[in-house]
């Protein structure tokens, strides 16, 4: 099976026109996604000719990034996550869970308690798409699941889904999820992230 750069053009547009797709924006170019997976299927540079900057609301900071907080890749807790975010998002109280997508992984084989923990992980972002807590919160969570279950449940979601560190404070993981399925906070930001996590998706691979 040809994969969609292969295609000649008019194949192309027809193969794309039987899926549900959304046209992400990053700083090398444009980028056609599944709507309903989140994976990316063209780089689609010359696409659009013209797009308009995207509008956000203007956010009066009194705090600078890097000297007065640190960045948000650095925030080691939830304290210093939050005062790293909201200089650049006014609108953190802003949770977004795409729930169709979220159990839409039921009919992609990944098992029902998989796509719960990862379903907890949406709902109880800290700030964008970054979850900050411990094993200790996720037993309570989930006190049928061994401490051992959730290590490997954690274990297989790193194969798309999130991203987890263990660079917190105090034991803390830091957990990054697939921003197509969750987020707290703009949706141009979202979006940002969400380019971002596709083409870091893409050289891993």
């Given amino acids: 099976m040809s994969t969609l750069k292969e295609l000649p053009k008019g194949d192309l547009q027809a193969s794309l026109s039987q899926r549900e797709i959304t046209i992400v924006k990053d700083g090398e170019g444009l980028f056609i996604v599944d709507s309903a997976t989140g994976e990316i299927l063209e780089q689609a540079l010359h696409m659009i000719d013209t797009q308009e900057p995207p509008q956000g609301p203007i956010n009066t900071v009194s705090e600078y990034v890097g000297i007065d907080t640190r960045f948000p890749s650095q925030a080691r807790d939830t304290v210093e996550l939050l005062e ?9 109280k802003n949770l977004t869970v795409d729930y169709q997508s ?10 029902q ?20 807590g411990n094993m200790e919160q996720l037993a309570l ?3 049928k699941l061994s401490q051992r279950s959730l290590f490997a449940i954690l274990k297989s979601l ?4 999130i991203w987890r560190t ?3 404070a105090r034991g ?7 921003p197509w399925y969750a987020f707290r906070g703009a ?10 996590w596709i083409l870091a998706r893409n050289k891993a691979k």
């Fill in 158 to 161: 790193e194969k798309g889904l």
């Fill in 102 to 111: 979220l159990f839409g992984l039921l009919d992609q084989g990944i098992p």
């Fill in 172 to 178: 803390d993981m830091l957990i990054r999820v697939h």
């Fill in 84 to 92: 790293a975010t909201e200089v650049h998002d006014p609108f953190l």
């Fill in 187 to 196: 949706s141009y930001i979202r979006e940002e992230l969400l380019a971002r």
């Fill in 166 to 168: 263990n660079k917190g």
């Fill in 141 to 143: 969570a989930f006190p």
């Fill in 113 to 132: 308690t998989e796509v719960m923990v990862f379903r907890y992980l949406c709902e109880n972002l800290t700030a964008w798409n970054v979850w900050i």
